[in-house]
């Protein structure tokens, strides 16, 4: 049995892979912009995931067991650090949590992991990171059959408890047909169902186009025979055609057990919620293992269609661009996407693309700085400007009058663009609405902005 909580700034692609492909050219996509909530796109991939107060999402994935009636369940669930309160601790910061996962069939306990985890991080702003930084993963050997599985975490500091509940499934792996298929950031195979593979588990099956060329993907066969080879299919991507990955096929192995790495190309346009199907080339569905496959803008900005992108990209471009790409057909759409980059890169000699990059890193800010009860930052009125035109120069807020009616105002001052944009909170609850002149200044400040051609 093995617990593991780590905390990433970003996880390696340095595994020996098959099929690893070059790098894209859309490299500026690389933004962590907490645009929306995740949750209901998780759950319907089909992953176990809460809200709040501890926000988290993950899944239990099944692989041969040391015995032909039993399963070796891995259960891995991520969480954003500013999930957990946080103590100083020496030089550092340190956060703990508690996770319990129950396997329950009728009512009883049949197995149950109780994990006790510590997180520890060098700097204050590390507590408040949005993306997923924190990942719990455990190993525990679970007899085959179906369950139903509950879990809870619970923030030892503050006191704080989220829990969720999924009805799952441990195969049976002594057939010839039996796979295992478990998204991962990295792994190293093992050869024997009574060892363990070492991997870094991928517990929201993610993949950020522009960052990542390649989802990853542990897969176990049993029983191989001399000349099988494997194919993986990705399906369910609105306007775009199943499309296949095959692997080469192998000798028969040594051992009980065929394990490697597969990397499956990802890009811009893949963006949204895919399922991933491993079967052999030689026999027609149904697959051997199956597996969801979410293709985001960044580790927290989850999107479920192309025009939901565009959506978020309203003030980084003009709207006919942003059309073009919107309208074109779904063949030609590589082709339009490819040169709305090239048309908005500042400098196309880097492989990055700066603009876009600075402008997903202005709505991360505004996120982080604007949010409104109910609303997003970024969708907030400041969080629009500060989106759009970046840090103002100046923020003056002439003090309330004792007199009168609670009413706030702050001017943003941008210089260069002479542009004077008032907001006002007239309830005192932080609710800051541009003023009529304001919007209009606004606007004229953003066609300037891109006549300029400034990111």
Known sequence: ????????????????????????DSGALRGAVALRDPTAVYERAGLVAAVAPIPFAGWVRFLAGPTPDSALALVAF??????????????????????VVEF????????????????????????????????????????????????TVRDSLAGRESGAVQG????????????????????????????????????????????????????????????????????GVPGRAPRDTTLAAVAAPSTNVLGRVVALPVSPLDLGLARVELGRVSTPMPALATTPLLVTLG??????????????????????????????????????????????????ATPDHEALRAY??????????????????????RGMVFAALGEPDRVREPPQSPTGPPLRTQQWEYDALRARLVFVDRSGTGAWRLTTGSEAEFRAAVKQRRTRGVS
């Open 299 to 348: 580790d927290a900005l989850v999107v479920v269609s192309l025009d939901e992108v565009l959506d978020y990209l309203r003030w980084f471009t003009d709207p006919e661009r942003l059309a073009a790409i919107r309208d074109t057909t779904p063949a030609a759409r590589v082709a339009t996407w490819s040169r709305f980059l090239r048309e908005t890169d500042p400098d196309p």
């Open 78 to 99: 991520s969480f954003p650090a500013r999930a957990f309160a946080f103590e100083r601790s020496g030089d550092g910061y340190r956060a703990r949590y508690d996770v």
């Open 1 to 24: 049995m093995l617990a593991t909580t780590l905390v990433v700034a970003g996880c390696s692609r340095g595994v020996p892979v098959e099929g690893a492909p070059a790098r894209t």
């Open 168 to 235: 799952v499934i441990a195969p049976r792996f002594d057939a010839t047909d039996a796979a295992a298929l478990v998204p991962v950031f990295r792994a190293t195979p093992r050869r024997a169902t009574g060892e363990l593979p070492r991997l870094v588990a991928n517990p929201r099956a993610t993949a950020v186009a522009g960052r990542d060329t390649a989802a990853l993907f542990y897969v176990e066969t049993y029983g191989a025979r001399a000349g099988d080879a494997l194919r993986l299919r990705v399906g």
């Open 360 to 381: 997903l890193a202005r709505l991360e800010a505004a996120n982080a700085r604007f949010r409104e009860e109910g609303t997003p930052g970024w969708l907030t009125d």
């Open 104 to 151: 329950r069939r009728g009512g009883e306990v049949v197995r149950r992991i109780d994990a006790r985890e510590t997180v520890r991080v060098a700097s204050y702003r590390e507590t408040g990171r949005e993306e997923e930084s924190v990942i719990f993963q455990q190993f525990a050997v679970v007899a085959s059959g179906g369950y139903t599985m509950f879990v």
